[in-house]
């Protein structure tokens, strides 16, 4: 039948465009279930697929050989190992190659008749703004972090844009379709704010192996990064002979092998300088528990076993093994060694799957975990926490893209109206894994979509402009490149424009506090992000008062809030927000959220009361998130 229907529409076609890279029939499948209309609505689309990685391989794959012409791609990423098991556009000769380029290549061996276009950059640089985003009939996000989402929703809302939205999660996954005014934006609905740990349980009283890593994380980045150094800078100075004696000795050590100077600085000296303040200031530093016991290096050398063994188990791959202290000890020397080397041509960031980054986090960790008395890990379960991992699932990637594209289809048709929020879930509801609804109306409070306006309580006597902005604009209200206006004042501006006589005048505008730049109680400032093309009123209400110590702001109108997730260590139940009672750097060490959460109900599903729950026509979804 569907062959029949096929033919019969070929032949009554006489467009061009309509046979282009068709002329072996290989969308009669196509045509025959879609209908020539809409064919041709998908050869003349121009689409931007944003994100290269797991959905966007299944996406793109999809994308080429239902018939969509003019694609462009941007992804900022290169290929790894780790990718191959489930981004089926990669090979390991492509290791090391742009995502875009690579997916790009590899799509066209499926059609080589169509136009596209990869970028490998970074979707936030400017020429990536409103007039480029502008051109495209419609977008389709296949990112994994909330910024980006943040960034491309903005733009999609700022020019009208219809976007498609997805995320997966393990085995959940949702999509989600956006378009101005007919529905609920991305920022609508709260998303997962930061785990937050106070810098005092991570400086000096670690309790859990995940405190470890985020010390072993940060004194990466503040030894072979750009990062201050934040963790130790509080910490008590005390005269002492003894502690002199052994600084003096570990300063000689640090031009001679640095190395063994930094593993007797983290695991030794500075475990050994607490115990020091503690017996001098006659303070309990640790209360209820046993004091940390610091590593010698020479003593772990003099024992083959260290002071713990390795587990060992045919059934393990190597990552898996519990490593022993010495061994341990052993891949932090030689780690460190390679990252030193590197850094004399460039300041190093963390990477999960760079191997000397990560087997310095790994060793570091489990020193300092020893050091405390806190069970050691597996290199691979430190690579789960260091990283925020949640499983990737190459199924759920595919299922996720093919609802993207379809989707699209009812985009494609006019039929917006039709479009549902759809999420796959892990187990079955009322027989089903698909549950799908219509999509939420705006939210009249969000301040990107539809008020524009928001209020934040902030202490304006302490708080710097700086703090303000890479905290609260930036880091809570996810803008790129804000400038900031009081009665037509402009008060601070950033981005690619500005000269080097206003690049210094704004860091000396930062570096003021808020009522010294005209910013006080009631005051009215207008922001403006002009790589977003986005505007923002804020009422800035001034206040000493805040929940926790050292918290200096707190939103408190126009953002949804709802309760804080679960511990970032493990896979989130729901995809929750929570109240972000920002701190100052010094108190809290924030440590990202997942990147993939996809929204589950926020309400329960209902059966109707007399509704047969096997009977998917009775059953009844109420409002996803």
């Keep these: 039948f569907f062959r029949g229907k096929a033919k019969s529409v070929v032949q009554k076609s006489t467009d061009a465009s309509f046979k282009m890279g068709d002329a072996d029939g290989r969308f009669d499948h196509v045509i025959a279930s879609l209908g020539k209309d809409l064919f041709d609505s998908i050869r003349s689309a121009k689409i931007l697929m944003v994100g290269a990685g797991g959905i966007g391989c299944e996406l793109l794959k999809n994308l080429v050989l239902t018939g969509f012409q003019n694609i462009e791609i941007i992804d900022i990423d290169t290929i790894d190992l780790s990718n191959l098991n489930r981004q089926f556009l990669f090979q390991r000769k492509h290791i090391g190659l742009p995502k875009a380029q690579v997916a790009k290549e590899s799509a066209l061996r499926f059609n080589p008749h169509v136009n596209i276009t990869a970028h490998h950059a970074n979707i936030k640089e400017s020429k990536y703004g409103p007039d480029y985003f502008k051109q495209f009939t419609l977008v389709l996000n296949a990112l994994d972090n909330i910024d980006a989402r943040r960034h491309v929703n903005r733009l999609c809302i700022a020019t009208d844009t219809p976007l498609v939205e997805s995320a997966t999660e393990g085995y959940l996954g949702q999509v989600q379709v956006i378009k101005r005014g007919q529905m609920e934006c991305y920022e609508c609905q709260p998303k997962p704010a930061p785990k937050t740990y106070a810098y005092c349980t991570i400086r000096s009283s670690p309790t859990k192996s995940i405190h470890c890593i985020i010390w072993a994380k940060e004194e990466f980045l503040t030894n072979f990064g750009d990062s201050e150094a934040v963790l130790n800078k509080e910490e008590e100075e005390i005269s002492d002979e003894e502690l002199k004696r052994e600084e003096e000795k570990l300063e000689a050590l640090k031009e001679k092998n640095f190395p063994e100077y930094l593993f007797r600085k983290f695991f030794y000296f500075e475990i050994y300088k607490k115990i020091r303040i503690g017996i001098v200031t006659k303070k309990d530093l640790w209360p209820n528990r046993d004091p940390p016991v610091p590593l010698i290096l020479e003593e772990l050398h003099l024992n083959s076993n260290g002071t713990a063994n390795s587990t060992t188990s045919t059934e393990l791959l190597p990552d898996q093994v519990v490593m022993s202290v010495k061994q341990n000890a052993d891949l932090f020397l030689e780690s460190v060694k390679n990252l030193k080397q590197r850094r004399e041509k460039g300041a190093l960031e963390f990477d999960k799957d760079d191997d000397d980054a990560l087997n310095f986090v790994a060793a570091a960790s489990n020193l300092r975990s020893q050091i405390f008395g806190i069970p050691l890990q597996s290199k691979f379960a430190i690579k789960s926490q260091a990283g925020n991992i949640i499983p990737a699932i190459a199924t759920t990637n595919a299922v996720i893209a093919g609802l993207i594209v379809m989707e699209s289809f009812k985009i494609l048709k006019g039929q917006v109206d039709k479009c549902k929020t759809v ?73 690619e424009g500005l000269d080097e006589e206003e690049v210094a005048h704004m860091n ?55 309760a804080a997730p679960g511990p970032v260590a493990g896979a989130p139940k729901a995809a929750t927000d929570q109240k972000v009672e920002s ?43």
Excluded: W
Aim: glycine share 4%; net charge negative; proline share 6%.
């Design 583 to 625: 701190k100052e750097e010094d108190e809290v060490l924030i440590v990202d959220a997942p990147s993939i959460p996809p929204p589950l109900p926020k309400k329960k599903r209902k059966l109707e009361e007399n509704g047969d729950a096997n009977d998917p026509k009775k059953s009844k979804v109420v409002e996803l998130d």
């Design 423 to 495: 999420v796959l879930q892990k187990k079955p509801s009322a027989g089903r894994l698909l549950l799908n609804c219509a999509p939420e109306k705006q939210n009249p409070n969000c301040y990107v979509c539809s008020s524009h306006f928001v209020e934040i309580r902030c202490d304006v006597e302490s708080t710097t402009l700086s703090a303000f902005v890479e905290k609260v604009l930036k880091g809570k209200l996810g803008m790129n490149e804000p400038s900031v206006t009081v009665n037509s004042d402009i008060l601070y501006e950033c981005g």
């Design 508 to 562: 000396k505008q930062a570096a003021k506090k808020l009522q010294d730049v005209k910013i006080g109680h009631n005051t009215i400032i207008e922001v403006d992000d002009n790589s977003q093309d986005f505007q923002l009123k804020i009422s800035i209400q001034h206040s000493k008062e805040f929940a926790e110590e050292g918290q200096f702001f707190e939103v408190v109108g126009q953002v949804p809030e709802v």
